[in-house]
């Protein structure tokens, strides 16, 4: 069975920072991995994919991930955050076969402090 | 296009009354799901559809059921409401390519039910 994990609820940064939200999978065969962002009181929107090909990723808002295959990982990256980048972060995954619905992580709630 | 629309998008219920969430979607997408988001649960899955007239069950489908008679339209129903439903419910809908969602889904702007 496919799963996903956000190791930390809460992250905290200083505007201007680097900012790194965590996600893990675990799959059978090569994944189909997602980043959603959520604003409060909002529905979900799609920040960035990885379905094959370069490792690094380059989403919304200048966002990217990088999909790691041997740390079973797909962080998502910001080089300097913004308070605006103050949101829920939703890690998912998905094999790519079948009817295979996708997973998603319980979140992360990014902080970003002006 | 509109996207994904849901409706309503508050409503209170009493225990044991029934009601229906609606969801559509103008992206001509065959693959539609429904979601139930509680806090510190993240997004779990209720019910899924990957074409008109097919549904299956995702991870948490007791006391809810779903038709999908067309492409568009994916409601949700409530049958008997109790206060462990009290939730945001989010609709979502995606590409297919040979059966198999591809992509990214969109998603609906919620519906907050709570039940008293």
């Known amino acids: 069975a496919q799963s996903v994990a956000q190791p930390e609820d809460q992250v905290n940064v200083a505007e201007g920072n680097p900012l790194t939200v965590k996600c893990t999978y675990s799959v059978s065969g090569n994944p189909y991995l997602f980043w959603y962002v959520q604003y409060p009181n909002r529905g979900l929107q799609f920040l960035l994919k990885y379905i094959t090909g370069d490792n690094l990723v380059k989403g919304s808002y200048g966002f990217e991930a990088e999909f790691n295959k041997s740390q079973t990982s797909f962080h998502l990256k910001k080089p300097s955050a913004l308070v605006s980048d103050s949101a829920l972060y939703f890690c998912a995954v998905r094999v790519p076969s079948g009817n295979t619905p996708l997973v998603f992580g319980k979140g992360t709630r990014l902080s970003v402090i002006a | 296009n509109a996207g994904v629309t849901q409706t309503p998008k508050f409503q209170v219920l009493k225990t044991g009354q029934s009601m229906t969430l609606q969801c559509a979607q103008d992206m001509n997408h065959e693959y539609m799901s429904w979601y139930r988001q509680d806090p510190g649960m993240g997004l779990r899955l209720i019910h899924y559809s990957v074409g008109a007239g097919i549904t299956d069950q995702g991870e948490v489908p007791n006391g809810y059921n779903v038709s999908r008679s067309t492409t568009e339209d994916f409601p949700l129903r409530l049958l008997s409401a109790a206060p462990s439903q009290t939730s945001v419910y989010f609709c979502?809908?995606?590409?297919?390519?040979?059966?198999?969602?591809?992509?990214?889904?969109?998603f609906g702007p919620g519906t907050r039910l709570t039940v008293t």
């Open positions: 979502a809908s995606s590409y297919t390519s040979g059966g198999t969602p591809t992509g990214e889904q969109y």
